[in-house]
């Protein structure tokens, strides 16, 4: 699916030297940059579910331990 990207001048120009140092396109390193980002938010919520989880039980566990 086809997209307009607009930047400001300088990150235009950053993304410009982003991709000759890569050897790659703009669009590619743009591309490469979004799945970076939403793999990051992906796995901080992934964490951020588990301390849900396992806050709990280690207050329990913890708790428990202490009465011991």
């Known amino acids: 699916m086809a997209m307009t990207l607009r930047l400001s001048d300088e ?3 950053a993304l410009e030297r982003q991709a000759r140092r890569e050897g790659l396109s703009k669009q ?3 591309a490469k ?3 970076l980002y939403v ?8 964490v951020g579910e588990a ?7 280690y ?3 913890s708790n428990r331990l202490g009465s011991v």
Do not use: H, K
């Open 33 to 35: 940059a979004i799945r």
């Open 11 to 13: 990150d235009d120009e």
């Open 39 to 46: 793999a990051e938010r992906d796995l901080a919520s992934d």
């Open 51 to 57: 301390l849900d989880v396992l806050t709990p039980r």
């Open 28 to 30: 590619a390193v743009a």
């Open 59 to 61: 207050q329990r566990l």
